[in-house]
């Protein structure tokens, strides 16, 4: 195992690190140690798993080999730079691109630490030279409360992987649709991984069946209404080149197969949303027991539900175990809760 660092979204206080950590999970690798400070999540693990996670994460920005830390600011950090052996992690020739960050409430003249950090390496590390455009080896340096880090960066999200599937942006739009970002990361949370099978009992306009999809799920859904069914249709078809078509059904009684490797939904709740005549409350009650039938042992379901409704309890009493909960902010009058069960 080694030391590595990841970089990741501000957009929710909980929900970046806890997609990494069941990133780490779905994709199979061994951890330990996992530290969270502000936006950096610090964790030992074999080195090659920073790809792997940073391809498909919605909310880890990037994920860096650890170098060289220090007790204190950057400034620190040079003088941990002047007693380190980079051997192998720069070799010589190397082109550098020096970047830096402060994580927290730390603030730094980003700048000035590029530059000075930047003249340290070049000064202790033989055959060295800077070039900011397409280097060879890209660096990062994290600023926290009480620590500096570097690192060499192994894996980098591109900044717009998700604009193009906006919910706006789609052939079939709905007001009530999940953005990308949120959908890839109901689906991380579910701990599947590529090959496994996902099911999505209330498929609306397919963003999660799409995000499922594009990691290699063999993704399913099912939907009450014909005409909602073929506008999701038309998202699978425009963003995957194989799919399995939505099913017209009632996810309370669909005629399902057993075994699946997670289910992952945001059941239709609120004034724009159909719940068949019943209340939000009594739909999920009615789904549960049918959702835990149709999943295997161990398999995992993540859901969205009003922030108010107690569902967890509920869910105990048919035998499921509450993994996690995390709070998701819409707007004014509207907070969610995200839950990840799991079937014991």
Not at 284 to 298: H, V
Request: charged residues 25%.
């Amino acid at each position: 195992m080694r030391s590595l660092f990841f970089l990741l979204s501000g957009e929710n206080p909980t929900l970046p690190a806890s997609e990494l950590e069941a990133l780490l999970q779905a994709e199979g690798y061994s951890y330990r140690n996992l530290r969270r400070s502000g936006q950096l999540v610090r964790v030992d693990a074999a080195h090659e798993c920073v790809p792997a996670v940073v391809v498909r994460s919605a909310y880890v920005k990037e994920g860096c080999l650890e170098l060289a830390k220090a007790e204190g600011d950057w400034k620190q950090l040079i003088k941990e730079i002047e007693k380190t052996s980079f051997d192998g992690s720069l070799p010589p020739g190397s082109t550098i691109a020096v970047r830096a960050t402060g994580t927290g409430e730390v603030r730094i003249d980003v700048p000035r630490a590029e530059r000075e950090v930047g003249a340290s390496l070049l000064n202790n590390v033989g055959d060295l030279r800077v070039r900011l455009d397409n280097p060879s080896h890209r660096l990062r340096v994290v600023c926290g409360e009480g620590f500096s880090l570097i690192g060499l960066v192994l894996g980098q999200r591109r900044g717009k992987e998700f604009y193009g599937r906006r919910a706006c942006r789609r052939p079939f739009f709905l007001p009530t649709a999940l953005q990308p970002k949120f959908a890839r990361c109901m689906v991380n949370m579910a701990r599947v991984s590529r090959g496994d099978s996902l099911l999505d009992p209330f498929t609306g306009t397919g963003s999660l069946l799409v995000e499922a999809g594009l990691i290699g799920c063999r993704a399913v859904g099912l939907e009450l209404k014909h005409w909602i069914c073929r506008g999701a249709l038309k998202n699978l078809g425009h963003y995957l080149t194989d799919y399995d078509s939505p099913i017209v059904a009632d996810a309370r009684r669909a005629p399902l197969r057993f075994g699946w490797d997670a289910i992952v939904t945001d059941p239709p709740y609120g004034r724009s949303s159909t719940t068949l005549g019943l209340s939000p409350e009594r739909l999920l009650e009615e789904f549960l027991p049918e959702a835990y039938g149709c999943l295997r042992l161990g398999g995992y379901v993540c859901m969205t539900v009003p922030h108010e409704m107690g569902l967890e309890e509920v869910a105990a009493g048919f035998g499921y175990q509450l993994v996690e909960r995390h709070t998701i902010f819409i707007h004014d009058r509207l907070t969610r809760k995200l839950l990840v069960l799991r079937k014991r």
